[in-house]
């Protein structure tokens, strides 16, 4: 691979290798190494030749390159490929590769993530999602995008049952453990198709692959990393998987104030009137699609032998996370509604502010207004409310929004102005 790469850099004028050439670690798909030349210092990634066999392989990388540009374009702080010879993906030998320039900086081990770093890369999501957010209904090259790319309906149908079966049949060290916890991901499985059935219909450009382990941190700035997964989607989904990521549940590190951190950042840059995060949960079990790919790693169905003990190894990791998200449901809906509490309490605080400044013909007011009317004549108030009379808040909270009274009555003053 060193004189293949030799070869590439010298084809791409970017001058002779001046430097050992040293493999980088991190990646679960492909191969990253760091190359130093006459002109630099570069990271060129290797594309997993079983993945670029995939049909969609190549137009679903053509779909991000041109996403890409358009994070680019935004000033979106990030690590862009490299466009050599008029194009970003280079070709050679039959293999196929992204050199970028090198970014000073690191990745933050993800058992040591920070709140601070939460809320800013919860922000960097969120100006992502709304450089170009649109509902599917405004325009049909949008939901044709995000039907393609993994939309709000696309159900997933893995057959686990089966998968099993294959295991024992070919005596494989993770056939038992498939056994033991079918039902589990079948449950799993359930929860995830339910949720992506009841996602707003709302599509943007997405990064669902923007974890801790792809941003780069840099004197406390985040650029994000590995944009090959851009693609049109459905944002409320890519943050509920996200935020928890970010939260610790990859790695069975959960802590609260850094899901809050990360809601509160990406609300800060992105707000498109969704509130019902909770009931969406389910969301977080695309890990069984993850954990697909493994399975049939595992059992020779992708990949070589390397390929193999790699997909052992995760289908291990995959189905302790799963349970994990199981374990941890009722307490991360429970800060997902507290959240939603506190941010319309806000608001109601707002239109009270505007109501006495005597701003009523504003268009602060009457945008305040719309948000709270939209959320007090919304199921989610009547389930907040009932969760409140059962205690279900932190004492001490302020609730004002869910007075009965409360914004029954300054929505009627509205009214009478």
């Known amino acids: 691979m060193k004189d293949k790469i ?10 002779e290798v001046t430097a050992e050439i040293k493999p980088v670690s991190g990646g679960l798909m492909h191969r990253m190494y760091k190359v130093q030349t006459g002109s630099g210092v570069y990271a060129v990634k290797c594309l997993n030749p079983e993945i670029m066999k995939r049909p969609t ?58 709140a601070e770093q939460c809320r800013k890369a919860g922000e960097l999501l969120g100006r992502i999602h709304a450089i170009d957010s649109k509902t599917k209904e405004t325009g049909s090259d949008v939901a044709d995008h995000s039907a393609a790319e ?19 049949k070919a005596g494989s060290p993770v056939a ?28 943007s450009i997405c990064d669902d692959d923007m ?18 997964c851009l693609s049109y989607g459905n944002p409320v989904g890519a943050f509920v998987d996200l935020a928890l990521q970010w939260a610790g549940m ?41 954990l697909e790919y493994n399975i049939r790693r595992a059992l020779g169905l992708e990949g070589g032998e390397d390929e193999r003990r ?27 509604r507290e959240l939603r509490v506190r941010e319309m ?23 305040t207004i719309g948000k709270l009317a939209a959320y007090y004549e919304s199921p989610l108030w009547k389930a907040d409310f009932a969760a409140d009379e059962e205690g279900k808040f932190p004492a001490g909270m302020k609730w004002g929004v869910l007075s009965e009274d409360g914004v029954y009555d300054l929505l009627e003053q509205y009214d009478e102005l």
């Open 6 to 15: 030799t070869k590439l850099m010298k084809r791409c004028g970017l001058g």
């Open 57 to 114: 392989a190549r137009e679903n990388y053509a779909t991000a390159e041109a996403l890409e540009v358009r994070l680019e374009e935004a000033r979106v702080p990030m690590v862009a490929a490299m466009t050599l010879n008029g194009r970003k993906m280079q070709e050679l030998d039959g293999e196929f590769f992204y050199i970028f320039r090198w970014q000073k900086g690191k990745i933050t081990d993800a058992n040591t993530v920070t």
């Open 150 to 168: 993994g939309g709000a309906l696309e159900r997933s149908e893995i057959d686990f049952a089966k998968y099993a079966h294959l295991a024992q």
């Open 176 to 203: 038992e453990l498939l056994a033991e916890n079918t039902k589990l991901l079948e449950a799993a499985q359930k929860r995830l198709n339910e949720a992506r059935e009841a996602l707003p219909a709302i599509v």
């Open 211 to 228: 974890d801790p382990k792809n941003v780069m941190w840099f004197r406390g700035k985040p650029f994000v990393i590995d944009l090959e």
């Open 250 to 290: 990859v790695n069975g590190a959960y802590k609260k104030e850094n899901l809050v951190a990360f809601y509160e950042g990406y609300r800060s840059a992105y707000d498109n009137g969704f509130l019902a995060y909770d009931a969406l949960y389910g969301i977080a079990y695309t890990w069984v699609e993850w």
């Open 310 to 336: 790699l997909g052992e190894w995760e289908v291990r990791n995959t189905i302790a996370r799963i349970r994990a998200l199981g374990e941890a449901e009722e307490e991360i809906c429970g800060t997902f």
């Open 345 to 367: 309490e806000g608001v109601f605080d707002k239109a009270i502010a505007l109501m006495r400044a005597a701003k009523s013909r504003t268009k602060a007011l009457r945008a």
